[in-house]
Each structure stands twice: as C-alpha cells, then as structure tokens.
C-alpha cells in the first residue's frame, strides 16, 4: 500500500513528483499568509472599537 500512495503523509493534497521541501515550503508560506491575514484583521477590529470608544468619551464630556 505504501508503494502506491507515495512516500509522503499528505499525498492526497500533492502530486508524488514534487519534493517533500516544496512542500513544506508551501505550507508554510500559506500557514503565515493565514496567520498574517487574521492578526491585521484583528488589528483594525482593535482599532475600530478603540475609535468608538474615544467617540463615546468625547460625547460624554
């Protein structure tokens, strides 16, 4: 069974041709894509609600 899957865990996300170091170069590159995305995300949310909150300070004042 090994022999006609591959060598590789996660032979069923690539092509058996490719390196094992493309691989893990390619999911790594996509793991801090992911990671980067959702901290700047994270960021303008922290950011929108810090804006609402000096707005609602100023009002109260």
Do not use: H, Q
């Amino acid at each position: 069974m090994e022999n006609l899957i591959g060598s590789t865990k996660f032979w069923c996300l690539t092509p058996a041709a490719i390196p094992n170091t493309i691989y893990i170069l390619l999911i790594s590159a996509i793991f801090v894509f992911a990671v980067t995305f959702i901290m700047i995300l994270n960021a303008r949310k922290t950011t929108a609600s810090i804006d609402g909150i000096n707005r609602r300070n100023k009002l109260e004042k």
